[in-house]
């Protein structure tokens, strides 16, 4: 059974950082991708980065480049998402999913979810 847990949400104020962590278990290679999503109040859910876990390849929304580093530690079969010069706008609940097949920024596409950590800017 593939089980996601998303964890290092929390208050930063703008121009802080914070580090999201998503410890993956269930899968018997490392040939998927995990992404982060997030979702604000009142908006749809969007993508914010993917890595593919065996070539390390990544991805990254326009609005989160620059700023925002995915890393996978395959030894700890954990993502990370390193999060600095944080915005008000980055305010809403973060998600990791997984999925074997793509690893698109589009969340319809992924079929693991782990459960929401928020993360809220304060301005």
């Known amino acids: 059974e593939v089980q996601l847990q998303a964890s290092g949400g929390g208050l930063a104020q703008a121009g802080g950082s914070l580090r999201l962590s998503c410890a993956a278990s269930g899968f018997t290679s490392d040939d998927y991708a995990i992404g982060w999503f997030r979702q604000a109040p009142g908006k749809e859910r969007e993508g914010v980065s993917v890595i593919w876990r065996s070539s390390g390849t990544t991805s990254y929304a326009d609005s989160v480049k620059g700023r925002f580093t995915i890393t996978s530690d395959n030894a700890k079969n954990t993502v990370y998402l390193q999060m600095n010069s944080l915005k008000p706008e980055d305010t809403a609940v973060y998600y990791c999913?997984?999925?074997?097949?793509?690893?698109?920024?589009?969340?319809?596409?992924?079929?693991?979810w782990g459960r929401g950590t928020q993360v809220t800017v304060s301005s």
């Open positions: 999913a997984a999925d074997r097949t793509t690893m698109s920024l589009r969340w319809t596409e992924y079929r693991f």
